[in-house]
DNA sequence: TTATAAAGTTAGGCATATCTAATAAAGATA
DNA sequence: TATCTTTATTAGATATGCCTAACTTTATAA
């Protein structure tokens, strides 16, 4: 089984990899603020686990099993930051709240905000939903300053 | 700080204690599927971070802190339990999600949600917004089911 | 009241993941 | 090529949280 913290390691390397052409060592500390002895552990958690290909002093390369794995977290990671800004949460946080989420969430709720995702973004221009939601929100955001209770739940 | 696992501790001492009026190690290592000694090493750090009160072989009792706490993670868990309900999650799942999701969301996430959990519940009875996405969920169905497609992602 | 059963604790170990300090290998430059 | 800098690894320690086995305390019941 992965953990949730080989996930994270995995999508790091997937977005490096992506972004880069390469993966360094030290770039996944970086990126995942560890040190780099934290990293040549995982590295070699990964590779034992067949997640990545890797020789010591050597290139990490993802195998086949690691890089399904690293577009699932990260399909999730996209998925749940669409949802999140739909909902109103602004990109900043959607993106810390998605690196947490993108390890927890079943597939099944996957799929319902798949679905979710996609009824709102089909909806058609007549539809008064989306400016409805909007209009919600921005009453709900005054009357909240007006009162100023801070609800911290 | 509180980790997770602290959370999960002080969730499960809270339910208890509504469910039976008092709280016993045994019931914690039940509930949390976790051994007896585990529970009395999660006691003496809630101890001793003054989220309980206990004396060897006494009574567990949440501190105004504890208690304040526990209450917020279960708030964060009912709305998540509303909400994925809302989006077509079954009940069993959205209360599996719920424990996980519960630990990561942040503040600003919860609001988001709970607005839209209010603004759903408040749409008036014309509105066809939630027939609408409730046909949309049954079309889905038929489709995949068609087309045989389960995407796992 | 004393033996037994139930509940709780301690001891000792394992797994995950982190860190700093020290060492080794690779890459860049004079 | 030899040196210096960067990068990576190993060694060794810490923290969290889990477990089983053994022991202690409390509660029950004969």
Chains 1, 2 share one sequence.
Request: proline residues 2%; aromatic residues 8%.
């Amino acid at each position: 089984m992965t953990t949730r913290n080989m996930e994270d390691y995995l999508e790091a390397i997937w977005n490096l990899q992506n972004k880069k052409g390469y993966v360094k060592a030290k770039d996944i500390a970086e990126r995942l603020e560890v040190s780099r002895p934290s990293v040549s552990g995982m590295i070699k958690k990964l590779s034992e686990n067949s997640y990545i290909l890797y020789e010591k002093y050597g290139g990490i390369v993802l195998t086949a099993k690691g890089k399904k794995l690293a577009q699932e977290i990260k399909k999730r990671h996209t998925l749940l930051v669409e949802f999140l800004k739909i909902v109103g949460v602004d990109e900043q946080n959607a993106q810390q709240d998605a690196c947490k989420l993108e390890h927890d969430v079943s597939p099944e709720t996957i799929t319902c905000l798949l679905e979710f995702v996609e009824f709102v973004s089909l909806l058609p221009e007549s539809s008064k939903w989306k400016e409805n939601f909007q209009e919600y929100l921005k009453k709900r955001g005054l009357l909240e300053r007006r009162s100023n209770k801070n609800k911290k739940l």
